[in-house]
């Protein structure tokens, strides 16, 4: 009787288990929440290439606009953020032994890089370039108020 109740117990506690959380992973890939790790082709590569390369054009054009330089200093601007980018993408490739480490080396990379560019921007300038770096630097979306204006001309 005893042996009858223990394994009438064990039965119950694992059936309990299994419904909780046995099937979980089951349940995900049915669902398609699990994706294989698919390395892109070629083909893919290269318009993911070309599409970083023009959001990065457009990202160096706005940011240029909101600058109160002369075309001296916003084409030495243009040259310094490019590099920046090249260097960036160079930079995340090293491997590092910690994440405070490496936030630490690219800290040290950005201050070093835009040294010299900063020493020749006025003092308002120098303030975007540091919203730049921190990452406040917001693009303006043309798209966006366009959508707005004719909401709001329907509205009226």
Not at 46 to 56: D, P, R, S, T
């Amino acid at each position: 009787m005893k042996r009858v109740l223990f394994l009438v117990c064990i039965l119950l506690t694992t059936t309990t288990a299994i419904a909780q959380f046995g099937n979980q992973g089951m349940r995900n890939n049915r669902l398609g929440r699990q994706q294989p790790n698919v390395p892109p082709n070629e083909n893919q590569k290269a318009n993911i290439e070309k599409k970083n390369a023009e959001l990065q054009a457009e990202f160096i054009a706005s940011f240029l606009d909101t600058l109160e330089a002369d075309d001296f200093q916003k084409e030495i601007a243009k040259q310094t953020m490019a590099e920046y980018f090249e260097l960036t993408k160079k930079f995340m490739k090293v491997q590092f032994e910690n994440s405070v480490e490496r936030k630490d080396a690219f800290d040290g990379f950005k201050r070093e890089h835009f040294k010299e560019l900063k020493s020749l921007l006025s003092e308002g300038d120098n303030l975007k370039l540091d919203d730049f770096l921190e990452g406040k630097f917001k693009k303006d979306d043309g798209k966006k108020k366009k959508k707005r204006r004719k909401k709001n001309k329907d509205k009226n």
